[in-house]
């Protein structure tokens, strides 16, 4: 299969209302990068916001804007699991059961809510509103056990605060993250936003919380700083180079060769030369 011309009647099944918005918006994205090509990423997000999952028309849009092939964009496409090749809820609910997550309850988190849903992992409620994800660390160690929805924080969860969270979604009441934004937006709007369009909402609600920024809380209480002194990394601080130490415990300036052809030297080219023709 060759790639479709950029530019070419779209073989996809979009209405021509959907699709001028889609490459319209696409133009935007591939105007960001050097090479159009690296904005697959953005644009498979794009084409998931329209339908809640990358569907075969956003493959092949995909690959008609960039001048790919369907199976490098599909390639792309089933590697990374925030791209969903079936439809999505309305909300996706992860439940990271990593470490840390795990030791403090994530794995019982997903067992009632997979029992409370009647669904496994990526699998979506009947009504369509909720998709269930066991989901890698999310970053929120301090926090644990977390819950995400749609990517937003719900910390410091239990399988009854959890269950009680995914009835409210389900019934479409409005739930506050932990940290974030002022809301959840739906799977659509994320993907949306993941595509690079502002949604406003960035400087919404609490960034970092107490248990984050505890560490700091405490250098600063004991005087506490950083290699180099006080203001080292202070705005407007000359940055000081400082040159790599060499020879130290495994440094390969200290390595000695094993073999004729670890030797850099010319008696060491020589013989790795003679060994090759042998």
């Known amino acids: 299969m060759t790639a479709e011309p950029v530019g070419a009647r779209s073989r996809t099944g979009y209405d021509a209302e959907t699709l ?35 569907s075969r028309d956003g493959i092949v849009f995909c690959a008609e804007q960039l001048g790919l092939t369907a199976a490098e964009v599909s390639a792309v496409a089933t590697f990374y699991t925030q791209y969903k090749r079936h439809p999505n809820g309305e909300y996706t609910v992860g439940v990271c ?27 979506t409620t009947p009504d369509g509103s909720v998709t269930l994800e066991r989901v890698e660390c999310n970053a929120a160690c301090d926090y ?10 719900f910390d410091n969860q239990t399988p009854e605060s959890a269950t009680e969270l995914a009835d409210r979604l389900r019934s479409g009441e409005q739930v506050t993250p932990t940290r974030g934004a002022d809301s959840v937006c739906s799977f659509k ?14 400087d919404e609600g609490a960034g970092a919380g107490g248990p984050t920024l505890e560490g700091l809380r405490i250098a600063r209480e ?17 940055r000081v180079e400082v040159t790599p130490e060499t020879g130290t415990g495994q440094s390969s300036a200290e390595r ?7 030797d850099t030297g010319p008696a060491g080219q020589a013989d790795a030369k003679e060994g090759d023709d042998d």
């Open 222 to 238: 004991r005087g506490w700083t950083a290699p180099g002194g006080e203001q080292a990394g202070a705005p407007g601080t000359p």
């Open 144 to 153: 644990a056990p977390v819950v995400m929805v749609n990517w937003e924080f």
């Open 256 to 262: 000695k060769p094993t073999t004729p052809s670890d």
């Open 189 to 202: 709007q994320m993907s949306r936003v993941l595509a690079g369009f502002d949604d406003g909402r960035a």
């Open 20 to 54: 001028a918005a889609l490459v319209a918006d696409a133009e935007e994205i591939k105007g960001r990068y050097p090479d159009p090509r690296s904005g697959l990423l953005p644009l498979l997000h794009l084409v998931q916001s329209v339908e809640g999952y990358v």
């Open 97 to 123: 059961t990593n470490t840390l997550c795990a030791v403090m309850g994530g794995d019982a988190i997903f067992d009632r809510l997979s029992q409370h849903l009647d669904v496994g992992h990526d699998e």
